[in-house]
């Protein structure tokens, strides 16, 4: 559940008994902020829905500041799910937001497709209107917001950082910025191939290249944190090294964090430790208190 994290449970002739405590000792002392699944309509009327997870100290009147949390796939989804990530920033007094956008998961094959080929464009109107949504009820500083995500997330975020400067910090985990650099080098060939067609046929470039934030980095000034791993096979650790050298050619405030021998996800507790200290710290760094 969003207050509990997963655990050993026993279901019998409906009757759920939990066997495990692996969490109890942890959660003893820690207090939660609360999870609201919130709705809304974009501009063309499509529903939308989010996840909000707020500081455990919340004060209805009182504004704080806001990250856009954009999650992975982008066929994935958030849920009632226990989130530590979103939790431990909300216990720094952000209120984190977390939508479900176009291309998301769960909602039918037709939102699932709808960005088939057009990465970057409603998914970005989406994610962005979830935070001005938040900001709407009165629970985000509008001066005080950051967005961050992995994976497809990270594109996204590459993506928001590329057409708006609102935001004023940004982590882009295990992301890509220029799609054709890939082929061939990542797992995805013959899907790249279904969804763009082949990158050196004329009438297929315009697709990648539009689709591409990495042909807008010039727009960014966002200070922007990348981070990958170093043997992560599926978005090659070029892609962060190349977004990196970018943004300090153009002298955005940036870091590049390369986790020696992990893939897309990280299975040394140390290493995913160093990484929330530092979602921490760059957040704290460039959003005003």
Known sequence: TPQLPADVYRLQRGNLRKLGSTNDATLRDVALGDVRKVSFDTDDGTTIDAFVVFPPDFRDGARYPGLLRVHGGPTSQYDYAFHTEAQLL?????VVVMPNPRGSSGYGQEFATAIFADWGGIDYGDVVASMDYAIDQGWVDPERTGVFGWSYGGIMTNHVITKTG?????????SAT?????????????WWEYELG???VEENREKWERISPFYQLGKVTTPTLVV?????????LQNSEQLYAALKRLGVPTELVVYPEQYHGFSVPSYNKDLY????????RYIPE
Do not use: M
């Not at 909300?90 to 952000?94: K, M």
């Not at 200290?277 to 704290?284: E, M």
């Open 166 to 174: 609102r935001f004023k910090a940004a982590i882009t985990g295990a």
């Open 277 to 284: 200290v530092r979602y921490i710290d760059w957040f704290a």
């Open 178 to 190: 220029l799609y054709s650099a890939n082929y061939g080098h990542d797992q995805y060939q013959r």
């Open 228 to 236: 990958c791993g170093e043997h992560d096979w599926n978005v090659p």
């Open 90 to 94: 909300a216990a720094q007094g952000y």
């Open 198 to 200: 082949l990158p050196w």
